[in-house]
């Protein structure tokens, strides 16, 4: 048996949110709850609430019993675990009074800029030192200082997939259905005969549908460091820090020619606009051949789970680590923590206590799960994904590699994603994040101008030959150009001070 996993739909409400970010933070109260004194902290044992994205739990509060038995030892604090299931409830933490004791948060990239700006985290960069020893151990120097934002660390990564490379994932009996040689596809022109092969012969399977969003995002995916929304990107991921206009680029007009020329070939779907459906919905409807992906170890098992169906992912690029990836999960401790010292010693834990990692990443052992041989897992008899009372999504929260692994995925599957991570490139603006406050007016504008106008194009649905100028002169118009600009003056100065403090804990040469 093989563990279903929740549909993580974390960045997707992140995303929704950004409107909150663009609309300003003057609604946030910068105030912050007056902690705990001393003796208060001494006096009893302390409750830290942990707020996090899931979907209901008939099993929660058992969990969180057994992590409170540990953690009472261990610190001296018991748990509560605050699941939050929307973006409503998301918007409401983000603006909650200064009584609402929140400790630990989980945060998107969208949602970390908004609750910065709004002076809602606390810096770790003392609570690390001092009560996160385990949490600097396991993610290092190099991925903590790329979350260093304006001198401080306001929150931490979870250890999972730090890095992603990019491909494509179609399904593997049609692949050997057709004898398709998978040796002659090294690269996105040589999918079209693939698709071609598909159209013609399996009527009611579209060849090619999105994975999130459009189908340009897959084609170019891996060559570029998007610099968290694309609006000015570094080709390469280097580029000597010069940030070019993706939307006005030669690259991208030949790009969009050929995303039309498939669209009229039939191997993308008409109505590809109005697809709600995700690409592994579509494929596990028996009405999809391939998607584009990012990619990582394990991940045509993963993929074969949420389809239905055998799947085969062939890279078109290298493993590269950015801050959007970097970002994509981060813990943060709350200004209205009452301790946040009990708050970061719990988060040490989530990084080392293996016990801890496994009641909140499987439930509890001998009733969610059993161990079927070392470090593997599976549900005990009666219990399958869709009446266990307890399932969460491990990633997005503390040390994943101490986790134990499914029956089904690969048993070295934390030393692949351990390799994967740490042969990964880095991009040159790893830990950079756009400050778009000075540009705010500009940004919402040329933000509801990509929204007209990306879908259909970088779907093919309109022809490039008839909306690209059109599309090119409303951002001009919009203020894309400033956008950049600001974006290209934060990124050196950012490198600057970088190479500044670089230079000063090395020392001068002698």
């Known amino acids: 048996m093989r563990k279903k996993r929740i549909h993580f739909s974390f960045q997707a409400m992140c995303f929704l949110i950004v409107t909150l970010q663009l609309v300003g933070c003057s609604s946030i109260s910068p105030q912050k709850a007056a902690p705990l004194n001393a003796a208060q902290k ?49 918007k409401r933490l983000m603006v909650a009074p200064n009584h609402k004791q929140i400790d630990l948060m989980l945060a998107g990239s969208s949602t970390l800029n908004a ?182 170890p394990n991940v045509e098992k993963q993929e074969a789970r949420l389809t239905g169906y055998p799947m085969i992912a062939v890279p078109f690029t290298s493993p590269v680590m950015t801050t959007k990836q970097l970002n994509t999960s981060i813990m943060t401790i709350h200004k209205n923590s009452l301790n946040p010292e009990k708050a970061m010693s719990f988060l040490n834990l989530l990084y080392s206590d293996e016990r801890i990692v496994n009641l909140l990443d499987n439930g509890i052992e001998g009733k969610h799960y059993v161990q079927v041989a070392p470090y593997i897992i599976d549900y005990p008899a009666g219990i399958n994904a869709s009446n266990t009372g307890y ?67 970088e779907t093919g649905t309109y022809d490039p030959k008839e909306k690209l100028s059109e599309f090119r002169l409303r951002l001009k118009s919009a203020g894309i150009d400033r956008i950049i600009a600001e974006k290209q003056q934060q990124l050196l100065l950012w490198n600057q001070n970088k190479q500044y403090h670089a230079n000063m804990v090395e020392g001068p040469d002698e």
């Open 115 to 296: 609750l910065i700006e709004g002076d809602q985290l606390i810096p770790l960069n003392h609570l690390l030192a001092t009560q996160g020893k385990d949490i600097q151990k396991v993610l290092g120097s190099d991925i903590l200082d790329s979350v260093n934002r304006m001198g401080g660390i306001y929150g931490v990564p979870s250890m999972r997939d730090l890095a992603t490379n990019y491909g494509i994932v179609m399904r593997k009996d049609l692949i050997d259905k057709y004898k398709i040689n998978l040796a002659q596809m090294n690269k996105v022109t040589d999918l079209p005969s693939v698709f071609q092969t598909i159209q013609e012969n399996e009527p009611g399977i579209t060849p090619l549908v999105p994975y999130k969003g459009t189908i340009y995002g897959g084609i170019r995916s891996g060559t570029y460091d998007e610099l968290d929304d694309s609006i000015g990107i570094l080709p390469g991921y280097d580029n000597e820090f010069q940030i070019v206009n993706l939307y006005d680029s030669e690259q991208y007009a030949k790009d969009l020619d050929m995303i039309r020329n498939w669209y009229l070939s039939g191997y993308i779907d008409k109505d590809v606009v109005f697809t709600r459906d995700s690409a592994a919905e579509l494929v596990r409807a028996g009405k999809a051949f391939a998607y584009f992906s990012p990619l990582k």
């Open 391 to 457: 399932s969460y999504n491990s990633w997005g929260i503390g040390n994943q590699f101490i986790s134990r692994i499914w029956n089904g995925d690969d048993s070295d599957l934390w030393l692949k994603m351990d390799a994967f991570n740490k042969h990964a490139h880095m991009s040159k603006a790893l830990g950079f994040t756009f400050d778009w406050v000075p540009v705010k007016a500009e940004y919402a504008a040329v933000k509801s101008i990509l929204s007209q106008y990306v879908m259909a194009l």
């Open 42 to 90: 001494e006096s009893s044992t302390y409750e830290i609430t942990l707020y996090y994205y899931t979907s209901t739990q008939r099993d929660l509060s058992e969990v969180e019993k057994e992590i409170s038995k540990i953690t009472k030892e261990r610190i001296d604090a018991t748990v509560k675990l605050m699941p939050y299931m929307s973006s409503v409830e998301l």
